[in-house]
């Protein structure tokens, strides 16, 4: 789906109990404006659980056109980007002498190995993330959800009078708004931290491709409350990866660190910049977007970096 100008689109998160929407519009091929920004909180917090009660749908239905009303937000195009810990992301390295007709068999055959329900149970999809000199397909990214996820997603806008054009990946959506917000070149190496609640995510960018994506919990370590023990389990499981998947010997081996998400404080951020030499910031996913005024008075009220999803879906939904 790729909106026409002049058509606007709302980019909506919904990560545990907190919602976001961001209502934007297409003004031309390579601008877009955020007209309205809204942030709310849902009834029952959005997990595994909801899916297995049928009134779930219309209750979570309810709770966002409330806040739509509330914000007297008219666009009916939404883009939801669905939370990561609900989908299964793999980077899977592919022959190169494999032709391109049997590269879905070869990929619903990975599928197979690593999903604990018969496939027919998953949405599968697939994109080619590089090429090398010659051209030839080196690796794929496959995104696997249960259909249950997807049509418990169409139950819940059936009792809205919003359209589902799309629905994304919130680490896809976050880096989406990162490439359009900042530049890189194809040596850079970039890091995003989600920092939420009950969960930090990382993901890498190497260049301006999808490299990986890593999720660790916080409830169990007892850091979610305590800045300081937070930024340590940041920079045990950031030095980790770096270190696993060769990224470099340190922190300092990458060009960019930016964080995001509701739980993202300035003893978080201070933390990591006082302890590695590398650039380590909040990610501002409204950088480089147009803001109407009254956008940019509710943006400067709260913490930007926590709509860099629903900003990131909203870029999604224009495509």
């Known amino acids: 789906m790729a909106l026409d100008e002049g058509a606007g689109i709302l980019g909506i998160s919904l990560v545990h109990d907190q919602v976001r929407i961001v209502e934007g519009v297409k003004l031309s091929a390579n601008e877009f404006q955020v007209n309205k920004v809204a942030h709310g909180r849902v009834r029952q917090a959005f997990t595994f659980d909801v899916f297995e009660d049928k009134n779930m749908p219309r209750r979570f239905a309810e709770d966002i056109m409330r806040l ?70 080196n690796s794929i990214l496959v995104v696997v959800v249960r259909k249950k996820v997807v049509q418990f997603l169409k139950k819940l806008f059936k009792h809205t009078d919003l359209k589902l054009k799309v629905v994304d990946v919130d680490v896809f959506s976050a880096q989406r708004a990162l490439q359009v917000n900042y530049d890189s070149n194809s040596s ?73 998400g509701e739980a993202v404080d300035d003893s978080v951020l201070e933390g990591l910049q006082n302890a590695y030499d590398v650039h380590i910031d909040c990610a501002n996913p409204f950088r480089r977007i147009k803001l109407l005024a009254q956008a940019k008075e509710d943006v400067s009220q709260t913490r930007g970096e926590r709509y860099m999803i629903s900003v990131g879906a909203a870029l999604r939904g224009i495509q």
Request: proline residues 1%; glycine residues 4%; negative net charge.
């Open 68 to 137: 739509c009303e509330a914000h007297k937000i008219e666009v009916k195009n939404a883009a939801f980007s669905l939370d990561s810990r609900m989908v299964m992301v793999k980077r899977l390295a592919i022959d190169r002498e494999l032709k391109p007709d049997d590269l879905r068999e070869h990929v619903e055959w990975e599928v197979r190995q690593f999903v604990i329900s018969p496939v027919d149970e998953y949405v599968v999809d697939f994109e080619q993330l590089h090429t090398d000199e010659n051209g030839d397909l």
């Open 188 to 260: 850079d190496k970039i890091c995003l931290i989600d920092v939420e609640g009950k969960k930090i995510h990382f993901s890498i960018l190497k260049g301006r491709n999808f490299f990986l994506t890593h999720e660790v919990s916080t409830s169990e370590n007892g850091a979610a409350e305590d800045g300081l023990s937070l930024t340590r389990l940041i920079s045990k499981e950031l030095r980790r990866i770096i270190l696993d998947h060769q990224l470099g010997k340190g922190v300092e081996d990458l060009n960019e660190v930016y964080l995001y």
